[in-house]
């Protein structure tokens, strides 16, 4: 092993191997973006949040917007690797959209960056996100969902009026508004809706609602 | 009626009897503050779009911070309305919630300055809203969709289990959402999703949504 005083360049090397300074640099800039927007976040905060100097930003980004638009594709990317893993599990409906909707919930509660940023960029009227190709990040899961729900409907459990991408939309819209509301949402209901019990029963709601809205019903005798 | 050459002041009371200096100012702030947010709007910025001297704007709100928290509250007198009007109907549940879809995407379809002041305020973590007594707002309506979902389940129709708190809060996702995150939602489906077609599609699919969500289903025969 490498003495500090000896070599203090190789040793700061070994001690965090996997952290580059762009690593470092896009790390501050999540940080930074998700708390204050684009607008309001200048490079010397980035720079001085990072450690870095704000040369190492041009360097590496060109510019605060050309970092800007790689932190929404990071977020972009997280996000992703989620819908992506549900794509691939081949389930039935039922099933698919109970982890859909568990998926996102945990995703976005885990992610308050993924929230914030994606709220500043919508009003910022999706400048920057026009760089990312989205429709490709949905593209797979909602394939998955049109042939689960296809199927569902084949064996006469589900409504075959059901359209994927607004089935969909409405997984997105029930979880990310808890998230991106959660303020104005918590006085509404005079509690802290992300206490974990709460988000607990706000998920049970959420699967109850989506699965009984796509079953076929019967209707009951009068 | 008085000639504008011999008397331009009582000309100009009567020509716009109802637009006060102290409601210009605030229309300023409706405007400016949904466009850059509270943050990035200044007292020039008002002063100039409003056509008034700044110190106006301190002399009937104190300060742009006093004036923000009058948007605030306006922005909430409007859905307000919207939500007084549903409370009072005593409807059905099944229309009840029809209405309350209907009534929020059109609002919120009409209002785009709501939608974004709320969102950039709960980005500011809803400092402002907390001097506003949020629950108040919507309590009438819970209320309302309470006793009608009660009566639903008594009559075999409902679900008993549906918590009217929760579905109150998954009718705002479903339509907030929708105008929240157009700009991203609209790329996932590569089109204007705004478009007067695509807008009645959504607000069909949410109300068959709820609807079928809440009924009781009989299982169908295997």
Redesign the interface.
Known sequence: MATKTSAPRAAKTQRSPRISNRDRILAAGIKLFAEH?P??TSVSMISEASGLNRRMLYHYFGSKEGLYEEVLKAMYDRMNSVDVDLAHMLLPAEELLKKIIQGYYRFLNENPEFV?I??????R??RT??A?D??A??APLIKALGVSLQMGARD??F?SDV?E???L??C???S???F???????????KDIHAPRLLE??VN??T???L?????????PA
């Open positions: 927007g607008d309001a914030r994606l709220s500043w960029e919508n009003l009227h999706g996100a026009k990312i989205v429709a990040v949905k006469g459990r409504r359209d991408n607004q089935l939309i409405s997105m819209a029930l990310f508004f808890f991106s509301n959660q303020y104005t949402l918590s006085m509404l209901l005079g029963q706000r709601h959420v109850q609602l989506i009984e809205g796509i079953l076929i019903k019967q209707p009951t």
